[in-house]
Nanobody, 119 residues
């Protein structure tokens, strides 16, 4: 099993910044992609950003391009999300996500961290 623990969420004014972190522990061999999703009440969980195994490839939701940056430190089994120029519409619960496996890929999710952006 893998445990994912997010941190760094909180309340920030519009235009401000936050940095989310997610540390993976437990059975951490063969972690592949890592990323962040977010969800607001009544809406489906949506992709924010993902990063490939060695960090060479990233992709972002159109709504966060140019404002958010995803990165990872494989030595620390940690993925980060630097969020700048935050907007009220970025308010959501942010979930850490990873895939793991050699032959078949299994997904794991963190419990989420609340990000609230006030106008």
């Amino acid at each position: 099993q893998v445990q994912l623990v997010e941190s760094g969420g909180g309340l920030v004014q519009a235009g401000g910044s936050l940095r989310l972190s997610c540390v993976a522990s437990g059975s951490i061999l063969n972690i592949n992609a890592m990323g962040w999703y977010r969800q607001t009440p009544g809406k489906e969980r949506e992709l924010v950003a993902r990063i490939s195994t060695r960090g060479g490839s990233t992709n972002y939701a159109d709504s966060v391009k140019g404002r958010f940056t995803i990165s990872r430190d494989n030595a620390k089994n940690t993925v980060y999300l630097q969020m700048n120029s935050l907007k009220p519409e970025d308010t959501a619960v942010y979930y850490c996500w990873i895939t793991k496996g050699v032959i078949s890929s299994v997904e794991y999710w963190g419990r989420g961290t609340q990000v609230t952006v006030s106008s």
